[in-house]
Nanobody, 120 residues
Framework: QVRLVESGGGLVQPGGSLRLSCTAS????????MAWYRQAPGKQRELVAG???????NYADSVKGRFTISRDNAENTVYLQMNSLKPEDTAVYYC??????????????WGQGTQVTVSS
């Protein structure tokens, strides 16, 4: 009923930048919140950044000052601008959206994940 499509991952050298995007489509009445999570090999999935309607974004301490999350509400899209990337940022990045459906039910959806590799 709802699909999240991510793009923008890839291989980048330490200190470089990448911009991830995630677009939601389907039976959407409204999007309450969107967020980016990541999961490195052998580690648990962790919240990187989140943005809710009408409130300030929040960030993991490890990415504060380097990553910026933003939303384009008209396009149902969330972005993650990642600067000054470090090898420890290497992970699969997942988009999450909390969505009020056209049926007025509340659902949480995940994207398929996009690989970010920071290496020289």
């Amino acid at each position: 009923q709802v699909r999240l499509v991510e793009s923008g991952g890839g291989l980048v050298q330490p200190g470089g930048s990448l911009r991830l995007s995630c677009t939601a489509s389907g039976s959407i009445f409204s999007i309450n919140a969107m967020a980016w999570y990541r999961q490195a090999p052998g580690k648990q999935r962790e919240l990187v950044a989140g943005i809710n309607s009408g409130s300030s974004p929040n960030y993991a301490d490890s990415v504060k000052g380097r990553f910026t999350i933003s939303r384009d509400n008209a396009e149902n899209t969330v972005y993650l601008q990642m600067n000054s990337l470090k090898p420890e940022d290497t992970a699969v990045y997942y988009c999450q959206a909390v969505i009020t459906m056209t049926t007025r039910q509340l659902r949480v959806y995940w994207g398929q994940g996009t690989q970010v590799t920071v290496s020289s």
